[in-house]
């Protein structure tokens, strides 16, 4: 069975500073890779995904994203953090045998900005 | 704007009571979904429909249940077998195979 792992449950980060969050997943052949954002109360937004071709993935907001399948990480990244972008982070995984019939997510990482 | 439209926002259910939370999109989406969330659990997948009139079961169905009678609606029932509903629920969609799924805002489930 798939499965993510997002191993940082918080990170903290100045505002202007670099950011990655960490995703790994387990999957027997090249996955459907996801990142989404969830503010508080809210429902989740896309901000990009890996389907195929080049690994490096550009997304909303001025996140990416590079798929490394030696390491079967999707590591999400954003050179210069903005207040805005505190929030909780999920990774998912859809299973390509199906399509995105069943997505399986990661436990999330929150996001706080300090000033 | 399309999208999908999820309510109550908040729901309170006393012991012994099925309740039932409204799932409706108009982005002429095909599947349809329903997550649990939980704090420090992501989220779970209680059930899925690819098509009119034909559902499945996820990863935590028992004590809920489903129906799609009609492709725009996807309403879960939470019911009185369901021993812990306190959760944040969420709806999703997608036009199936290769397509990211939308979610509305989702319903928060408390117990009086």
């Known amino acids: 069975a798939q499965s993510v792992t997002q191993p940082d449950i918080h990170i903290t980060v100045s505002e202007g500073a670099s950011l990655e969050l960490r995703c790994n997943y387990s999957?027997?052949?090249?996955?459907?890779l996801f990142w989404y954002v969830q503010s508080p109360g809210q429902g989740l937004q896309l901000l990009l995904k890996?389907?195929?071709?080049?690994?490096l993935v550009q997304g909303i907001k001025g996140f990416e994203a590079e798929f490394k399948r030696s390491q079967s990480s999707f590591n999400l990244r954003k050179p210069s953090v903005h207040w805005s972008d505190a929030a909780e982070y999920f990774c998912?995984?859809?299973?390509?045998?199906?399509?995105?019939?069943?997505?399986?997510f990661g436990t999330g990482t929150r996001l706080t900005i300090i000033p | 704007d399309g999208g999908i439209t999820q309510s109550p926002k908040y729901l309170f259910r006393k012991e012994g009571q099925n309740v039932t939370l409204s799932c409706e999109q108009n982005l002429n989406h095909d599947a349809m979904y329903w997550y649990r969330q939980d704090p420090g659990q992501g989220l779970r997948l209680i059930y899925y429909?690819?098509?009119?009139?034909?559902?499945q079961k996820g990863d935590i169905a028992e004590g809920y249940s489903v129906s799609r009678e009609k492709k725009e609606s996807f309403p879960l029932t939470v019911t009185s077998a369901q021993k812990n509903p306190t959760a944040f629920y969420l709806c999703a969609s997608t036009r199936t195979l290769n397509q990211p799924q939308h979610f509305g805002d989702g319903t928060r489930l408390s117990i009086l």
């Open positions: 998912a995984v859809g299973d390509t045998n199906f399509g995105n019939e069943k997505l399986t």
């Open positions: 429909s690819q098509i009119v009139n034909d559902f």
């Open positions: 999957y027997g052949a090249t996955p459907y």
């Open positions: 890996y389907f195929s071709g080049d690994t």
